[in-house]
Structures are given as structure tokens and as C-alpha cells.
């Protein structure tokens, strides 16, 4: 599919990305640092709604929900031992004995956002129309409602704090480089095609033989499931999670990100996810020195308001830049199989 | 090939399809005509599973080898493993994605790249404009160019039936004659045909069989060239006198 000199454009970005994290790490203190970790979180957000929002075409809301699934199961799981009994009385023992590696926790924190998706898409993903953003809503509140009140796993209202700083750069960096990868493939591939075709025509798509339900859910899952992984790396990199974490602004700001970046382009994502959020850090000494909170909110709607009237297909569409497109042989063989 | 036999299907409360029974045999063209709400979409997507039906029974024979099967409560995507492709009404271009993506689509359930690619090259022989704009976004095609990228993309599926529905609507009269020269060259291919068509006479020129629908029973049926010649259908169909 791929052209040599392509696949050593792809491995160049990212030893450059690599390469500017290590110096990032040497020169910068740790406030930008954890700045940066976040512009990555937000990266791995965006891109992973737009696999559900911006390929397949479902108005899925819940991303806050899955995070806060997958944080809370990461936080728990990475939780130090000795302190587990007497912060998590709740625990069975088996769990309160376990104390794992940041890596492991972070999949598992992602499969239960995953598995949690799974529960609300099966029905919900059955109608046809908006009744899916609907019912995300309802996941954000239901997941809150939840956490609140597992005071014995959860601690309730007062979350869990002074988890482990387990997430740097490199854990970030790492899952930006997985979710970027994911969505590549899952774009030019068969799969990817057929939530394509279901965004496009619904009816057709089913003509084809495309299971509808069936790539519905698995749209939500994945996008789901990186979205538990990404909720994992902010816990621990704010070392506190509570149930008012992830809440529905989070989500509009994501939905933001992908309709600005374009519907399905994952590079659109990526930059808008980058620019939204150093954007909204960068307002923020402005906003401290002038006592006025909301400028860098207002400036982003400001941003969305100009590019729904003036570019509403978003920045790249659903097109990645041509230079990093696979099917540039001079066949017809087109974008086959992968 | 494929048998129903007194069908009756219901959408949502309405009774459009009141026992109609039909047969198509391997390597035949059939049509489907009739006027409007006689329940010509509603037998396409009945057999492609799209819609459940009420009582009767549909079964089919892929070919000589094999035992017929019954298509009651298969679902769509086992209709389309069995062969039988159904191009929607209306097209149901993917406007977003691009002419070879739209047509890779089409062999969505298929596993076997090289004889995908294979098939690739022979549609894009068949339709050299969708060779020609395979990078273009198919939204951008002109109405004739999408009607024939949806029947190529059918084609994707290695169908043993085809299920048309109305490819000539809001397309000039030479580039109907044009997408109807197509579907002969396709079915000379091997492939069976069954057409819905308001374009009557186009429809009964290239099908060998036609069946005229009214809400929802067969009227008439019999070899295209005595319904062509039928005096009710002449009047309500072909716009000929009495």
C-alpha cells in the first residue's frame, strides 16, 4: 500500500516526535511538561471520537463516561497495596492484594470502558438517528452516579488522590503513537471503509453485506476503549481522580476538536487537538492576570463559530494530506484490501 | 434460480405486497414493472432480506450444484454471501469516499485480494470512466458515472444475482441506452438480472421475461415481447394508443 519512502516518512515523524520529547524533557520545567502531557491526551481523545464520530458518523457523547471507567479501574488497579485497606475497604481481597504495572492497568482500564460501551451500544446502536448522543448523556450521569456512590471501591465524592505519578511524556507519547497508528490502518482497511459507507448511506452499506449493529459497536468500542486508556494516563498524571472528573464539558470540547479538525481525518484531529489545547493553557495567565475566567473558552467558540460558517467540512475534511495517503501506485489496484 | 411464491410483506401497516409469486431462471433478465406503489422496491428488498416478510417463501438455487435453500429470516449479510447483490434505489453513492474506495466496498465480505484485485481490473474494463476517476470523490461523478459505479460496486460482490432498482432515474435517455448496453454485456457474463424499471421500454427490450406489478399482485407476466405487445400495458405503460 505504502511506498518505501512513505513508511520512512511515517518512522521520521515519529522518532522526531521522539526526538522532541527528549528534549523537552531536558530543557523544560515541569509545568509545561504536564502541559504537554495533556495537548497528548487530548491527541489521543480526539483521535479515538473521531474513529466513532468522524468515520462511522454516530453523535456519541460519552467519552467523559469511558475515561472515568478506565481511570478509575487503572487508579485502582495500580493503587499501592499497603494503603489499598484502609482508603478501599470495599475491595474483595484478591483485588485489594494486587497492586500491577502501569501498562497492564492502562489495558485493562481501556477493556471496561470498552466493555461498558458494549452494554449501552448493543441497544441504543439498534435505531437509527440521534438516540446514541441522547443516551451517552445519560452514561456520563449514570458512570458519576456510580463512582459516587462505590464509596467502597471508589471512595466516593472524594475520589481517589495521591495515586502514583505513573504518566510522562513517554507513556503519552507512546499511546498517541498507538491510537495515531490504530486509526491509520482502521481507515485505509476494509473495516474502515465499511463506517465510512455507514456514515455516507446506511441503506446501501447494508446492501453490501455490512453488518450495521454489528461495525456500530465496534466503532464505539474502540473509540471507547482508547478513550479508558486515555482516562488511565490523566488520573495518573494528576495523581487524583474524582467522579466530577470527566464531565460533559470535557466532551463538547472533544466533539469541538474533531468538527474543527474535519470529520474523519485524523490528521485534522491531531492538529486541532494540539491547538485547542495549548491554546487554552496559553490563555491562561491572561486570565489570571486580568481576574476575567472563560477568555480562552470564548476564543475556541469563537474558532468553531468562524469555521461552521466558513468551512464546515472542518480543516482537512475527512482527507489526510496527500503526501502521507497510501495508494499511490500506478495500478488501478486503488486502495484494495489492505 | 430463484422461486417466491405467494409472498406477502407488510411495511410498517401497510400491505404492499398482497401473495405475489414469480420465478427467475439462471442466466435470464427478468423486469419488474409497474406504476408506482405497486410494490417493485418492496420485492427487491424483500429477497435481499432488507425487509422481513409476512407469509410465502423465497427460496434460491446458486447454481445446478447445489440444493436450494430457503431465504426466509436469512439476514442481508448471508443474502449477500449467497450471491445475490441489490443495487438500491436512489444508488447510494458513498459521495465521501472515492471511486475506488466506493468500489473495494463492494467486495466488502470477500476475502481473497487477488481475485478482489482481479475483479477490480475487469469492472474498471467494463466502466473505463471509473478506472479513469477512481482517486475522485464519487459525490463529484456525474449521475450517469454513479449510476455505473453502483452497479459496479454490485459487481464487487461477485453476485450471481443482480437486484437492479430503477438504475436509469433522472438519467438522460442516451446515457439510459448506455447503462442498459452494460447490464446486457453483464448478463452475457453469466450473471442473472431481475430489474425495476419505470423506463418500461428500455426494461422490456433487454429482459428476456417481465412481470407487471399492481398493487401488489402480478397482473400480468410472460417473454418481454408479448407483454410489450399487451394492450393494457401498451396504454398504462408504453404510451401507446388503443
Redesign the interface.
Given at each position: 500500500m505504502y511506498t518505501l519512502s512513505q513508511r520512512l516518512v511515517f518512522i521520521g515523524l515519529a522518532l522526531a516526535g521522539g526526538l522532541l520529547i527528549l528534549l523537552m524533557r531536558q530543557f523544560l520545567n515541569d509545568y509545561i511538561l504536564s502541559i504537554a502531557g495533556f495537548v497528548g491526551i487530548y491527541v489521543i481523545l480526539a483521535v479515538s471520537l473521531n474513529i466513532t464520530n468522524g468515520f462511522t458518523g454516530l453523535f456519541s457523547l460519552g467519552h467523559p463516561a469511558f475515561m472515568a471507567i478506565g481511570g478509575y479501574t487503572c487508579a485502582i488497579l495500580t493503587f499501592p497495596v499497603q494503603r489499598k485497606g484502609y482508603f478501599l475497604s470495599g475491595l474483595p481481597d484478591w483485588l485489594a492484594g494486587t497492586e500491577l504495572s502501569f501498562f497492564p492497568a492502562l489495558l485493562i482500564g481501556g477493556l471496561f470502558a470498552a466493555l461498558g460501551s458494549l452494554l449501552i451500544g448493543l441497544p441504543v446502536l439498534r435505531l437509527r438517528g440521534h438516540y446514541l448522543a441522547v443516551a451517552t448523556l445519560g452514561v456520563i450521569i449514570i458512570v458519576q452516579v456510580l463512582i459516587t456512590n462505590m464509596g467502597g471501591i471508589t471512595r466516593g465524592p472524594l475520589g481517589l488522590n495521591g495515586l502514583p505519578t505513573l504518566t510522562n511524556l513517554w507513556w503519552v507519547y507512546l499511546w498517541v503513537l498507538i491510537t495515531l497508528y490504530l486509526g491509520w490502518k482502521l481507515k485505509f482497511s476494509?473495516f474502515g471503509?465499511?463506517m465510512?459507507?455507514i456514515?455516507?448511506?446506511e441503506?446501501?452499506?447494508?446492501?453490501?453485506?455490512?453488518?450495521l449493529l454489528r461495525t456500530r459497536v465496534q466503532a464505539l468500542m474502540v473509540g471507547a476503549f482508547l478513550a479508558g486508556v486515555a482516562g488511565g494516563l490523566w488520573a495518573h498524571l494528576v495523581t487524583a481522580i474524582t467522579p466530577k472528573s470527566f464531565s460533559l464539558i470535557l466532551a463538547f470540547t472533544i466533539v469541538v476538536m474533531v468538527v474543527v479538525g474535519g470529520s474523519?481525518s485524523i490528521t485534522g484531529s491531531l492538529l486541532a487537538a494540539v491547538i485547542f489545547s495549548m491554546l487554552t493553557e496559553a490563555f491562561r495567565p491572561l486570565e489570571e492576570s486580568l481576574n476575567v475566567y472563560g477568555i480562552g473558552e470564548i476564543v475556541l467558540s469563537l474558532i468553531l463559530i468562524l469555521i461552521l460558517i466558513y468551512r464546515p467540512i472542518g480543516l482537512f475534511g475527512?482527507s489526510e494530506p496527500g503526501w502521507l495517503s497510501p495508494?499511490k501506485r500506478k495500478s488501478?489496484?486503488?486502495?484494495?484490501?489492505d | 434460480m430463484l422461486k417466491i411464491e405467494d409472498l406477502h410483506v407488510y411495511r410498517g401497516r401497510t400491505y404492499v405486497l398482497k401473495g405475489i409469486s414469480m420465478e427467475i431462471a439462471q442466466g435470464e433478465v427478468v423486469a419488474l414493472i409497474g406504476a408506482n406503489g405497486a410494490g417493485k422496491t418492496t420485492t427487491l428488498k424483500t429477497i435481499s432480506g432488507l425487509l422481513p416478510m409476512k407469509q410465502g417463501s423465497i427460496s434460491y438455487k446458486p447454481d445446478r450444484t447445489v440444493q436450494s435453500s430457503s431465504l426466509a429470516g436469512t439476514g442481508v449479510e448471508d443474502i449477500v454471501r449467497l450471491g445475490i447483490c441489490h443495487c438500491p434505489e436512489g444508488r447510494g453513492i458513498f459521495a465521501g469516499l472515492s471511486t475506488a474506495e466506493n468500489l473495494m466496498a463492494g467486495a466488502y465480505l470477500r476475502r481473497d485480494k487477488a481475485a478482489i484485485q482481479e475483479d477490480y481490473q475487469r469492472v474498471c474494463k467494463l466502466f473505463p470512466i471509473l478506472g479513469e476517476r477512481r482517486k475522485q470523490v464519487a459525490g463529484s461523478l456525474s449521475g450517469g458515472e454513479q449510476a455505473m459505479l453502483a452497479i459496479a460496486r454490485a459487481l464487487m460482490g461477485r453476485p450471481k444475482l443482480l437486484l437492479l432498482d430503477e438504475p436509469s432515474l433522472g438519467l438522460a435517455p442516451l446515457v439510459v441506452a448506455t447503462i442498459f448496453e452494460m447490464l446486457a454485456e453483464i448478463n452475457q457474463q453469466g450473471i442473472t438480472i431481475l430489474l425495476v424499471e419505470q423506463n418500461a421500454v428500455m426494461a422490456l427490450e433487454l429482459a428476456h421475461r417481465a412481470y407487471v406489478l399492481e398493487t401488489g399482485t402480478v397482473a400480468l407476466s410472460g417473454p418481454s415481447r408479448e407483454i410489450a405487445s399487451d394492450d393494457r400495458v401498451r396504454k398504462a405503460y408504453l404510451g401507446g394508443r388503443t
Open positions: 476494509s471503509r465499511s465510512l459507507a456514515r455516507e448511506d441503506m446501501a452499506a447494508d446492501c453490501l453485506g455490512i453488518n474523519g475527512t495508494g488501478l489496484s486503488g486502495t484494495a484490501g | -
